[in-house]
């Protein structure tokens, strides 16, 4: 098993964007919302998560239309063990 991180969906969105990843060890996942000029708007954490195939819903109410990179991190202690980028558009 391997970590990946997957494409939101569905794309564009406008109230959840449904992110499916994999995990190859337990870590704490935390979901990091950046705007199109690289402001953190959001910082969802999922906490522990065991291995195998996961979804996250990332909430996004309160965002305005546009684009935004969504960053998985996996922290096994205080070491990040992977992390990831992916894209959405938010459309109201």
């Given at each position: 098993p391997t970590f990946a991180l997957q494409a939101a969906?569905?794309?564009p969105t406008s109230d959840i964007a449904s992110v499916?990843?994999?995990m190859?060890?337990?870590g704490n996942v935390d979901f990091t919302l950046f705007n199109v000029v690289g402001q953190k708007v959001r910082a969802i954490r999922l906490g522990p998560?065991?291995?195998g195939h996961?979804?996250?819903e990332l909430a996004l109410e309160g965002l305005?239309?546009?684009l935004y990179v969504y960053e998985m991190s996996v922290r096994s202690g205080r070491r990040t063990?992977?992390?990831d980028t992916g894209k959405f558009v938010?459309?109201?």
């Amino acid at each position: 098993p391997t970590f990946a991180l997957q494409a939101a969906y569905p794309n564009p969105t406008s109230d959840i964007a449904s992110v499916p990843f994999e995990m190859a060890t337990s870590g704490n996942v935390d979901f990091t919302l950046f705007n199109v000029v690289g402001q953190k708007v959001r910082a969802i954490r999922l906490g522990p998560t065991r291995p195998g195939h996961h979804t996250a819903e990332l909430a996004l109410e309160g965002l305005s239309t546009g684009l935004y990179v969504y960053e998985m991190s996996v922290r096994s202690g205080r070491r990040t063990v992977f992390s990831d980028t992916g894209k959405f558009v938010v459309i109201r």
